[in-house]
């Protein structure tokens, strides 16, 4: 290792000393470790990557590092150049590993859920005790003004035997979940070998099992924290966790001011019903529908940290078998009901969207960008405020993996796990992308493009048809985006870009291909409704930290309250400084009317929960927030901007 090595070494090493005393923003201020006026390190040696890149020089690290260098990319807080300095990584050599089915607990009985000391079994209200069990009681015990936070006392569950209007969505399905530390193999050719170096994960694995749900069958999922007292040089051993983006009562929705902390469990109820259950009876308007979910770690000032270190995983939902049924109960701009319609995980029946047996060919691909040290050791870049940009890119957990495919169509759901990197999508051969969903939601009709940009959290359904090639054809996903900091892509496409994830097209046998590709999907809901009010949200860079509307987040202010059953107009705006805040609006879905003025792009034009807010954009969106009570967030999910203050908590009253 020569002295350049030694260096970033030395400065990952104090990085992590930082995360492990816990010392936040303010007291690195206190101690001289930040400038006030960028929020940034000091340009120290041995404090700032920053300073030791620019003292090195582009790159300037040994042959044996230099040659893991992934086409644009930098590490953590760099200077501009191609500073790599991970262990180098043969590409094509590990599996893409499948995500692991998530099953019911044992005949999907609730008795089987474990409760542990002072807690109870599942329920419309929380049994515990401050000493152990429902975490729930320790909230309150701790944020006493959390309690009118949503309308049940305790934080008890909206949709479950309450009655009324809403219904009683009880669980019809039981999981529980415990999250834990174990070992993970991001690489066998990394130093640690298939011995693999500690990783969180619920149900220790990274990425989190795959969740298969459907509407109108409401599921239960107790999440134990098993996390231990140490950290991994970054993250924290509290967590709360979100289902980006289901239709959510407020208490289950993971917001960030829910700890869950270790030792205890959090009960997460799920009615599973379409947006409009008031409106439209029943579980509400299947035009409103989801597929592509994902569950995410939101811990208050921690989430990249938590996320990065492994807390996040997928939800395909599923129709209810009857949602389009003809009977006038739904509101649907095409009128056009029957068997033809419908997202059922079946190749047989409505959109007829490629799903085989046990969802063989309808796959989750989870993106997430990774940094290690020049010893192979897992790494995050705490005090890199800008954002978290890595030099290995992973699929499902694993570095540049390849997929064995039979000859005929697949449905990939393709996640953008982050932290901060946005990616331009290419195939090698120039054959196009089918898009048929964005954000989780089928576009109305599919979409034929060459390529795609997709921000941290967006998610892309697409359909790839791999029965026009002969076995033993390889085909690449590439990334050509340029990135070089958390800012975002510089606009300039790489040539020939990095490879990500390789398909070997393979003669194996798998009977009939009965699915494809419809000409429409799913029609759009109306926007009839009047908008009540219109708000404008400012997202930019003021005082060295991130803010909305001026202001850095405050978790004792609730920035708006909206009415139950309304629909309002906003205006989301990029503050400057050629900056991208992918924005994320929890809850209900949104409609774009116009971006820069202008109609959305055909990938866009459906239901989406992330704003891409490049540069300098104003989107005008349309927005309802019906059936459920309780405050929400709004927030930048670049995840480090959002742990640096950028978020907003807002109330449906």
């Keep these: 290792m020569n002295n350049y090595e030694k260096l970033i070494l030395k400065t990952m090493d104090l990085h992590r000393e930082i995360t492990q005393a816990k010392l936040s923003r303010r007291d690195l201020l206190k101690m001289g470790m930040l400038s006030a006026t960028t929020g940034m390190l000091l340009p120290i040696p041995g404090l700032s990557l920053r300073s030791a890149f620019a003292k090195g020089g582009n790159n300037s690290v040994s042959s044996s590092v230099s040659s893991s260098v992934t086409p644009g990319a930098t590490v953590g807080c760099p200077v501009p150049g191609k500073d790599i300095i991970s262990p180098p990584t043969r590409p ?11 099953q019911t607990v044992k005949d999907n009985d609730p008795n089987n859920i474990s409760h542990g000391n002072g807690g109870g079994a599942p329920g419309p209200d929380p049994i515990g005790t401050l000493g152990g069990g429902d975490c729930k009681i320790h909230i309150l015990h701790d944020h006493p003004e959390l309690a009118t936070a949503t309308p049940y006392a305790n934080l008890g569950h909206q949709g479950w035997g309450r009655g009324g209007q809403l219904g009683d969505f009880a669980p019809k399905k039981f999981y529980e979940t415990r999250v834990k530390q ?15 170096q500690a990783a969180w994960g619920f149900d220790s694995v990274v990425p989190g099992p ?29 967590m709360t966790t979100h289902m980006h983006n289901l239709h959510t ?56 940290q938590n996320v990065y270190a492994g807390l996040a995983g997928m939800n395909s939902i599923y129709d209810a078998w009857d949602a389009y049924t003809g009977d006038g109960r739904y509101n649907s701009a095409s009128n056009n ?16 969207l490629p799903c085989g047996d046990n969802y063989e060919f309808d796959v989750g691909l989870v993106f997430h960008d990774r940094q290690f040290d020049p010893n192979g050791v897992d790494f995050f870049p705490l005090t890199c405020f800008d954002g978290a940009i890595g030099d290995k890119s992973t699929v499902n957990g694993k570095i540049q993996p390849f997929m064995p495919v039979k000859q005929r169509k697949y449905r990939f759901r393709m996640l953008n796990m982050g932290p901060s990197r946005t990616y331009q999508w290419f195939l090698n051969n120039g054959a196009p992308f089918i898009v048929i969903s964005n954000d989780g939601n089928l576009l109305p009709a599919p979409v034929v493009t060459k390529n795609f940009k997709q921000a941290v959290a967006e998610r892309f359904d697409i359909i790839l048809d791999f029965s026009q090639y002969k076995p033993g054809t390889e085909i690449i996903l590439v990334n050509r985006a ?5 800012r975002g892509p510089t606009g300039k496409l790489l040539s020939p870009g990095f490879d990500t994830l390789k398909f070997i097209v393979t003669s194996d046998a798998f009977g009939t291909d009965e699915s494809r590709i419809p000409a429409k999907l799913r029609p759009l809901p109306d926007l009839n409704q009047p908008i009540a009010r219109s708000r404008q949200w400012k997202f930019e860079r003021a005082g060295g930290e991130w803010v909305v509307n001026g202001q850095p987040f405050n978790r004792d202010v ?49 239901r989406k929960d992330v704003i891409r807010l490049d540069p300098n954009m104003q989107t005008e969106i349309y927005m309802r927030f019906r059936d459920y009570k309780g405050i929400y967030p709004m927030h930048c999910h670049n995840v ?3 742990d640096h203050a950028m978020m907003v908590m807002w109330k449906i009253v």
Excluded: C
């Design 558 to 606: 609730v920035s708006a309250e909206i009415p139950e059953g309304t629909a309002e107009h906003w205006t989301i705006i990029n503050g400057g400084g050629s900056w991208l805040h992918p924005v994320h609006i929890h809850y209900e879905e949104h409609r774009y009317l116009s971006v820069n003025k202008a109609p959305p792009a055909p990938t866009e034009v459906g």
């Design 640 to 642: 480090v901007h959002e």
């Design 337 to 352: 009901y029957g068997k033809d319609m419908g997202d059922f995980g079946d190749e047989t029946k409505g959109w007829r």
């Design 210 to 238: 795959m969740f298969r749900t459907r509407y109108g069958e409401s599921h239960f999922n107790r999440i134990h924290n098993d996390l231990p007292e140490g950290n991994l040089g970054f993250g924290i051993n509290q």
């Design 482 to 486: 340029e990135q070089v900091n958390g």
């Design 92 to 102: 094509w050599i590990e599996e893409l590993p499948r995500l692991i089915e998530k």
């Design 182 to 196: 174990f070992n993970h193999v991001w690489h066998r050719d990394l130093p640690a070998g298939t011995a693999g």
């Design 249 to 304: 009562p407020s208490e289950s929705d993971g917001n960030p001011l829910y700890p869950n902390y270790s030792g205890y469990y959090y009960d997460h109820h799920y009615p599973n019903v379409y947006a409009g259950v008031k409106q439209y009876g029943g579980i509400g308007n299947p035009d409103e529908a989801l597929g592509t979910l994902w569950y995410h770690d939101h811990k208050l000032d921690f989430t990249s």
